[in-house]
């Protein structure tokens, strides 16, 4: 009883703090505990779903399941540990520790805090993501190495996965380190009511990140190239100019090198819109042509890649499904949504900004930094926020995939997207059943059996 009148008063002391933590106890009991649990809870199904009898084997669907389990149980393990570990490094004090350290790397730099205060901030960004980075690296191992290679999936040799790493760590830096000191430059400069110039600067990044991303930090990882002229060119040319689609490049994206996930996706502004097709969509045959025509940029696909991908009509109705997306204006709606979110929460960054308890609740007693301000407030305080967000956003993007089937059905491409839609999955070993509340929470694409259904019955109408 004592101590808990001990507890009861360091809560009453820092209620900010203590009511934080709580928050994101919350969140990752109920997240990643509880929705986990159900969805693994989901993985005992033993038999094949009916719509997928005679599509998908026995053997095949125990192999997904397997993965399935095992994915979910290793999230479960990471989530837990990182959890566990930020809270206690909070506790201890590790934020307001890291911001001095960060003060005096900065000093010693010839950069001393008081006149140079955004280097002060960029140094405690890069240390706090290289403490970040080499503790999450042996996750990353685990995963690629043992989890994704034991089922097949991964095609990464140590020195690619080595290069590709820092590679990363290289370029999210340099990104950050740039929008970090936008973001400081302009609270600083605006005053009272910042959050109006907050929201303009992060919407012209989005745009720019948006613009820049696919030309010149995509390249950096994976190799892109045009798809040749050939039966499979031909029919996507068909398809984008009977929707007026203003497709003006056609890539490959070579991730077989990467793994043997696949996909499709377009992007671009107004009426420059590119396509980008995995090569692990393509199944042996179009592979072969078209690794033929692009000599050196495509690995030596294995014999199961090999027994994977789509056939001509598949790819297409896949694509069609893409062009949904496009005429339904679902980047744009999404791009708005998010606009609107972000406008939401600079406000409540403005409001909250003032507050110099939260200051001194979290270790910085004589001092407000800016940063500091960010990590608490967006990652502590609104994180419930976040959280409601990124279900009503994941609520928009599957009722953006149904609209894009339905599309897809109407130019008559329902059975060969049913077709590719069984074929992709049955590639990428998604297991098909899921936990309802796991997957309204954490899908942004509806599970497959849903979307056979639907597919299905628009077909009849
Ligand atoms: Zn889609």
């Known amino acids: 009883m004592e101590s808990l009148g001990v507890w009861m008063e360091t809560v009453k002391e820092a209620p900010l703090f203590w009511g934080s933590l709580g928050l994101t106890t919350s969140i990752w009991l109920l997240d990643s505990l509880y929705l986990t649990g159900r969805e693994r809870a989901a993985c005992r199904r033993m038999s094949v779903p009916a719509p997928l009898a005679g599509r998908v084997s026995q053997e095949d669907f125990d192999s997904a399941r397997e993965y399935r389990y095992e994915s979910l149980s290793f999230s479960l393990l ?42 002060h901030s960029i140094v405690f960004m890069t240390l706090t993501s290289l403490f970040d980075f080499v503790s999450d690296l042996p996750w990353r191992i685990y995963e690629t190495f043992s989890l994704e290679a034991r089922h097949g999936f991964n095609k990464q040799t140590p020195a690619f996965f080595l290069k590709d790493q820092i590679k990363m760590l290289g370029v999210n830096l340099a990104l950050v380190s740039l929008l970090l000191s936008a973001f400081l430059k302009v609270i600083e400069w605006a005053g009272d009511n ?102 050196g940029a495509v690995a030596e696909a294995d014999d199961q890649a090999k027994a994977g991908g ?4 598949q790819i297409v109705a896949v694509l069609a499904h ?35 308890a939260i200051f001194e609740q979290f270790g910085f007693a004589n001092e407000r930094p800016t940063l500091i301000a960010m990590t608490i407030i967006f990652g502590y305080i609104l994180s419930p926020l976040n959280t409601i967000w990124s279900i009503v956003l994941t609520a928009f993007t599957r009722r953006a995939e149904f ?19 069984i074929k992709l999955s049955a590639d990428n070993k998604s297991y098909p059943v899921h936990d309802w509340l796991y997957s309204a929470v954490h899908h942004s694409h509806p599970p497959i059996l849903q979307r056979l259904a639907a597919i299905r019955s628009k077909k009849q109408q």
Request: overall charge negative.
């Open 78 to 119: 990471k989530s837990s540990s990182d959890f566990i570990v930020s809270t206690g490094l909070l506790i201890a004090g590790f934020m307001p520790f890291s911001w001095h350290l960060s003060g005096q790397v900065s000093e010693a730099l010839g950069l001393p805090p008081a006149t140079h205060p955004i280097c």
């Open 403 to 421: 609209e894009a089937d339905a599309f897809a059905v109407k130019l008559g491409q329902g059975e060969a997207l049913c077709e590719g839609l």
């Open 322 to 356: 893409e062009l949904g997306h496009w005429q339904h204006g679902h980047v744009y709606k999404t791009f708005l949504l998010q606009q609107l979110y972000f406008c939401g929460i600079f406000y409540l960054f403005q409001r909250l900004y003032g507050v110099d």
């Open 310 to 313: 789509c056939s001509i009509p």
């Open 194 to 295: 910042f959050f109006f110039y907050l929201w303009l600067t992060a919407t012209a990044s989005s745009v720019v990140l948006v613009l820049v991303y696919h030309d010149f930090i995509a390249p950096l990882f994976d190799t892109y190239t045009e798809l040749p002229h050939g039966d499979l060119r031909t029919a996507i040319e068909a398809l984008a100019s009977s929707l007026k689609f203003p497709l003006t490049k056609l890539y490959l994206v070579h991730n077989s090198v990467r793994n043997s996930h696949s996909n499709a996706y377009f992007y671009g502004w107004g009426s420059n819109k590119r396509i980008v097709l995995f090569d692990t969509l393509l199944d042996a045959k179009l592979r072969e042509q078209v690794t033929s025509e692009t000599e």
